[in-house]
């Protein structure tokens, strides 16, 4: 199965290749067997036809000259193919996807091959990558005239994600470029602070909530790949509130714009 994510077919002869080794690796190691198993045989069967690959190559993911995280794609063909091997008795998901266009980006690679061997056939889904022109709508009017001394260091961290590495990336991944840049600023943080709930004045008890607490002044929700911001300012100002803290930052890290507004109780 293939499924043609883009319908350029580029690298079209390449990719005829490895997808016949990837049906001829299944039809000779057999159905249910695990995903390492199977990269050994499809290391071994690129190695056999003289085709040159990188498996699990070590990518750096950087910040300030700190290192945020570190990808490991299952194979890279002839420096041009991303191949990432599943092996699962069900249907590959979104996170699966994300973590392909990860790889993608960061190595500017223009195809990815995202396979999942554990079906009864192998199930092949093809997506060619043109890098996108990155662009950042920055709204910091309600912070213009705020004295607190974080929110330009929230800033810079924000631009500076911006300036290194654009958008585009998954949520783990800008979660962790997030964390690095507030540490790099020297920034106190807390993930998912935890908040009380009610209802008609009665407690429902304690629960956290999806974002950050910078300095216990400021709110910071964020998305990536959503297509515009509106949940991030909905929950940003209701997590304002939540937590009595005055400002408050949405952003949304989508496919092409980085998307950000800023709130503020005065």
């Not at 690796?25 to 690959?53: C, D, P, T």
Request: glycine share 4%.
């Amino acid at each position: 199965m293939l499924m043609e994510v883009n319908m350029t077919l580029i690298y079209e002869d390449i990719s005829y290749r490895i997808r016949g080794g990837l049906f001829e690796v299944q039809n000779e190691v057999g159905l249910g067997r695990n995903e390492e198993m199977y990269h050994k045989a499809f290391a071994s069967w690129l190695s056999e036809n003289e085709i040159s690959f990188y498996s699990k190559p070590r990518h750096e993911l950087r910040l300030f000259d700190t290192l945020a995280h570190v990808l490991y794609p299952d194979f890279v063909v002839m420096d041009q193919v991303v191949v990432e091997l599943k092996s699962r008795a069900s249907a590959l998901n979104d996170g699966d996807k994300a973590q392909l266009i990860n790889y993608l980006k960061l190595r500017n690679n223009r195809l990815g091959l995202l396979v999942n061997m554990g079906l009864d056939r192998v199930y092949v889904e093809r997506y060619a990558y043109d890098r996108p022109n990155y662009e950042a709508v920055w709204d910091w009017k309600a912070w213009e005239q705020a004295e607190d001394p974080a929110l330009p260091q929230i800033q810079k961290c924000l631009n500076a994600i911006f300036t290194v590495h654009q958008t585009g990336y998954s949520q783990m991944l800008i979660e962790k470029l997030l964390r690095t840049a507030l540490l790099q600023n020297e920034l106190t943080y807390t993930r998912n602070p935890v908040a009380e709930a009610t209802y008609k004045n009665t407690s429902l008890g304690h629960g956290p909530l999806d974002c950050f607490l910078i300095n216990h002044q400021a709110v910071l929700c964020y998305t990536a790949l959503f297509d515009d911001n509106d949940f991030n300012c909905s929950r940003t100002q209701a997590f304002m509130k939540t937590l009595g803290v005055p400002f408050g930052l949405a952003v949304n890290f989508g496919k092409q714009t980085l998307q950000l507004k800023t709130f503020s109780i005065k």
